[in-house]
């Protein structure tokens, strides 16, 4: 028996491993929404072109609402025997209206069907990702101004290097997303293309009309070549490389999380809420949320190098290989979506021990470049002399086993006898951050004005959004 779907040319049916190897429909059913909007923006201009009757438009469309409000209430039945969402449609479609279905597919192939409904898919999930981003910028803008001038360890090599605000740390994120959300525009903007109307590879000989559908579809235009049209994936590439970035920097943030919740550590403090308890340890309180995290960075790159892999081989145009575009890559949008919302709630719930971000920033020496920034400026000595004569002093006082500013300033003349009193102005934490005015610095009035910078753009956007 020939298969219904593909015409007479097959007498047999397939194996059984074929038809699992084959369907697709337990992924693509998720592109349900953008294969029927892509079905009635074609159908409405086969009717504006002639090549079907305006009636047969009319009951197409009308069929198409009504297998969408099917599956989005949960009635549709999806049939594997069918293969993927197309033929699924294609088939209700034919039940609900008769032979007048069958119209629906002229001058059109399931390859450019299907580039058609995943860039419609893959624009949806750029959107919703600039959005969830923005939200997680205004969060960390928040909480930046909170804590403008909360001083905090600064890190190189995971050991203190100079003071810093949690502001200014908090801040730095905001910028990095500044960056994925541009990625993402940037995508977007490559992406927003339409391939309906190349067919199979080469184009049609009907009277087609592509700007039509590219503008009922939100495209910018259509693709200028019907072998690219279909076989193209870079807009699937581009985003998962987006999102791999991103989830990286998301990353970090969970890392630096795991590390300050640490009782080693004790920097920050999590609530019950992004928190998890042990089975066996009545008074562990595990940083989950942020480890899950920072864990979902391997399946997001993961994804983008498995599709990297499935492309690098394949000649034009269309080859099933690229049947396997979409299950990795939905994983990894669900997985950068979850990834971003659950960073924004842990931004939000932090709470900082404020006290020991104060000793905790003073430990190691870490106003040590305050002492040679000094000598250099006041003393007018080149900063090389500056930095041996600052790290013998250091030595001194970690000999004594004293903090910088507690070292008597005789031990210091010791070393350098022009050395005055005044130069334990700038060995303390808070000294050190307000002193550090240059652009971009963590001086805390620098903080306060960059984020409200950042809160003035990021309201602007979402207004005129």
């Not at 984020?451 to 207004?463: D, G, H, S, T, V």
Request: glycine letters at 6%; charged letters at 25%.
């Amino acid at each position: 028996m020939s298969n219904k779907m593909w015409g007479g040319r097959f007498g047999e049916s397939p194996d059984a491993i074929m038809e699992e190897i084959n369907v697709s429909i337990d992924v693509d059913q998720h592109l349900y929404a953008q294969d029927i909007a892509a079905s009635k923006a074609h159908a409405a201009m086969l009717a504006s072109q002639g090549i079907i009757t305006a009636n047969d438009a009319k009951n197409i469309t009308g069929g198409l609402d009504t297998i969408l409000s099917e599956i989005k209430a949960g009635t549709f039945t999806f049939k594997r025997a069918l293969e993927d969402i197309h033929m699924n449609v294609e088939s209700r479609l034919g039940e609900l209206i008769g032979p007048a279905a069958g119209r629906l597919h002229t001058a059109r192939s399931r390859n450019d069907q299907v580039a058609t409904d995943f860039r419609l898919y893959v624009r949806d999930a750029i959107d919703s990702f600039d959005a969830d981003l923005a939200s997680l910028q205004r969060a960390l803008v928040k909480r930046a101004l909170e804590h403008a001038g909360t001083v905090m360890p600064g890190f190189t090599h995971l050991q203190t290097a100079q003071p810093v605000t949690l502001g200014h740390h908090l801040l730095a994120y905001v910028e990095m997303v500044s960056r994925d959300r541009g990625r993402f525009t940037d995508a977007r903007k490559r992406l927003n293309e339409n391939p309906l109307g190349a067919a199979a590879l080469a184009g049609t000989s009907f009277p087609i009309d592509r700007r039509a559908t590219a503008s009922a579809l939100g495209f910018e235009r259509p693709m200028a070549n019907s072998l690219d049209a279909v076989s193209d994936r870079d807009f699937v590439l581009e985003t998962l490389s987006a999102c791999a970035i991103a989830s990286v920097h998301l990353s970090r943030f969970a890392e630096e999380i795991v590390i300050w919740t640490s009782p080693l550590v004790g920097l920050v403090h999590l609530s019950d809420k992004f928190t998890t308890g042990s089975s066996i340890m009545p008074q562990k309180r595990n940083p989950d949320a942020a480890e899950l995290v920072r864990a979902k960075t391997g399946r997001i790159v993961g994804s983008l190098n498995a599709l990297l892999m499935v492309m690098k081989g394949l000649p034009l145009a269309y080859q099933k290989d690229m049947q396997e575009d979409k299950a990795g890559a939905m994983e990894a949008f669900a997985a950068m979506s979850l990834a971003i919302r659950a960073i924004t709630g842990m931004v939000l719930d932090i709470e900082p021990d404020e006290a020991r971000m104060k000793v905790a920033a003073g430990e190691g020496y870490a106003t040590a470049t305050d002492l040679a920034d000094w000598l250099v400026r006041t003393l007018k000595m080149p900063f090389r002399e500056a930095h041996h004569v600052t790290g013998r002093i250091v030595a001194k006082a970690a000999e004594a086993g004293l903090a910088l500013h507690k070292l008597p300033l005789a031990d210091m003349q010791a070393v350098e006898p022009a050395i005055t009193e005044d130069v334990f102005e700038v060995l303390s934490v808070e000294a050190s951050v307000a002193s550090r005015t240059s652009f971009g610095g963590t001086a805390p009035e620098n903080v306060r004005e960059q984020a409200k910078n950042w809160l003035m753009r990021l309201e602007k956007e979402q207004k005129s959004g």
